[in-house]
């Protein structure tokens, strides 16, 4: 049963420091997206990378949030620093064509 | 005004019951459409696809109206364990997906 694996599931720590957050895509899928969720927002779309290749990060704040796949198996979500602003559920997903699957999540709470 | 717009709920109805969402688009451009469905912090999974000449499975059967711009999503016999988040979706490209902010649903025995 092939899943999107995110680690860490939970993470808090002060504000102004490095948060890195890793994904597993599911092996065969060529689309990697990261996802913030809060109540307030909702789901909404950070960045898209299809083929490894970065194509669309408008939904990024550009000046202390970073996404990258160094390889097929690995994408990456940095925020440095980290502002009590940044706190919510950040999901990954890959997929092939339209359909998306989901990761657990990693809870960042920021303080 | 948001894209994809839904009614947040809780929708509260006894284990039986039909139950009915609607959600509405801003964008005509759009594509197409699905309900994800999300447990209490847990991550969103696809329920169903929804086409223009709606379709059912099992319980569920979504249909859309692009004159008027919006998505049902229709549940027959509730149980308990359809208590959730449904998450109505609509998709402008091959892969940017716009979620509206969900319909909570509780289903009381």
């Known amino acids: 049963d092939a899943r999107v694996t995110q680690t860490p599931r939970h993470k808090v720590t002060e504000m102004g420091q490095e948060v890195t957050m890793r994904c597993q895509p599911i092996?065969?899928?060529?689309?990697v997206f990261w996802y913030r969720q809060t109540m307030m927002q909702g789901l909404e779309l950070l960045a898209y990378?299809?083929?490894?290749?970065?194509?669309?990060d408008s939904g990024m704040p550009k000046d202390r949030f970073s996404a990258e796949m160094p390889d097929a198996t690995l994408a990456t979500l940095k925020i440095q620093p980290s502002e009590p602003r940044d706190s919510a559920v950040y999901f990954c997903a890959s997929g092939l064509d339209s359909e998306q699957f989901f990761g657990p999540g990693t809870r960042l709470t920021v303080l | 005004r948001k894209e994809v717009e839904q009614d947040p709920g809780p929708f509260n109805v006894p284990e039986g019951a039909t139950v009915a969402f609607n959600c509405t688009y801003s964008?005509?451009?759009?594509?197409?459409f699905f309900w994800y469905r999300q447990d209490c912090r847990k991550e969103p999974k696809l329920l169903m696809s929804v086409y223009s000449s709606g379709n059912e499975d099992g319980r569920f059967t979504a249909q859309l109206n692009r004159a008027s711009q919006y998505i049902s999503l229709l549940i027959r016999d509730s149980k308990l364990s359809d208590s959730a988040t449904y998450l109505c979706?609509?998709?402008?490209?091959?892969?940017?997906?716009?979620f509206g902010s969900g319909t909570r649903l509780l289903v009381r025995p």
């Open positions: 092996l065969g899928h060529n689309t």
């Open positions: 964008n005509s451009a759009s594509q197409s």
């Open positions: 979706v609509g998709s402008y490209s091959s892969y940017k997906l716009i």
């Open positions: 990378f299809r083929n490894r290749a970065p194509l669309d």
